[in-house]
């Protein structure tokens, strides 16, 4: 009986003698930003979504990777958001109108580490982007960027230049649409320590 004691307390201490954290994303805090380019010149053009889902490990994860490689993410294009409704209005039929998923592009986040982390996405193909990763005061950024001629989007590319050719000219006089879209993620995240059993043990002589 003694030893059965002895070895359950153990146990105990063994499990808990660290403390432990547990990374997880603020709800609601997470934003897509996509940047377009025009002209020859490359004058930017930027938009967010307003409708994200974001889906996380059920009670935190204990490492920040960890927390990453869960998260699962899908996107209302539909609540594409430039500020301006009537160019919400071309990129919803020009770009989005030709997504075979309609109204919906989704993906899930892996092989994160701290420099880095690949997105794999699910747009018109199941595609791979890697993307640029960094955390700050509680937020995590990727950033990267989609080129859509190389990703099974060409026909959003030509329907977007040919919608915007009159809108795209610049001061050279010539009509550009850029296929590269830079992409920015990003959410909030906390992460929450509750004591070990020796910072619990200190606190009763403290």
Known sequence: MKALLTLSIMLIATSSWAETCLHSIKPGTQKVTWTGYKFTEKAPVSGTFDKIIFTQKN??????????????????????????????????????????????????????????VVADLVINEEMELKLKLESDKGRLVATGALDLLQNGLKKSYDSVHSACKGLHIGEDGLSKTWSTVDIKIEADYEVKCSKGLMDSIKSWFS
């Open 59 to 116: 009670g935190g994860a204990e490492s920040m990777a960890e927390l990453i490689n869960s998260i699962e993410f899908v996107i209302d294009t539909n609540s594409t958001n430039t500020g301006n409704a009537a160019r919400d209005t071309t990129l919803k039929k020009s770009i989005f109108g030709f997504l075979k998923n309609e109204n919906t592009i989704s993906g899930k986040f892996k092989n994160a580490t701290q420099l880095d």
